[in-house]
């Protein structure tokens, strides 16, 4: 059984895969944090840093969940350490690169909400080239342990 990702050329599929993987994983991070906000603010007013508490929570739930599935969906390999240290060099380097895209558009005259975007979205396509040597050689060796089946 193919998937939708599967009429695509093979070297178009993971990246487009990453793509899906990044916008399921932005829009549960920022719905989480934004139940989380609403909680507390009703709940908890006096809290010192629940904003930021939110926010983290959404981030962990996040990085789990996106761990997980760029593992098994985007790259099609099992998690394992390397992969695992991987993500995080990666999570740390994409918000490394964030930080410096936002502040050369800024720097570029760029509004800085037209500038947030486009540093996510470059961010992005960095972060993606920086995991896939971590994913790629595990997933190499997992289709080499597995029979090839015709259906």
């Not at 990246?15 to 709940?43: H, K, S």
């Not at 983290?56 to 990085?63: L, Q, W």
Request: aromatic share 16%; charged share 15%; hydrophobic share 45%.
């Amino acid at each position: 059984m193919r998937t939708w990702t599967g009429r695509l050329p093979r070297k178009y599929r993971s990246p487009v895969r990453f793509t899906v993987v990044g916008a399921i994983g932005t829009a549960m991070q920022y719905g989480i944090y934004y139940v989380f906000l609403a909680l507390f603010e009703r709940y908890c007013p006096d809290l010192h840093g629940y904003v930021t508490l939110a926010f983290t929570i959404g981030f962990c739930v996040e990085m789990v969940s996106n761990y997980l599935l760029t593992s098994f969906y985007t790259f099609r390999s099992k998690p394992c350490l390397k992969n695992a240290g991987g993500f995080l060099v990666g999570r740390a380097v994409n918000y490394v690169v964030q930080i410096a895209f936002l502040h050369l558009l800024i720097l570029c005259t760029m509004p800085e909400e037209w500038a947030g975007i486009a540093a996510i979205a470059l961010a992005g396509i960095v972060n993606y080239f920086v995991l896939m040597p971590f994913f790629k050689e595990q997933g190499v060796k997992n289709k080499e342990q597995r029979p090839i089946s015709k259906s």
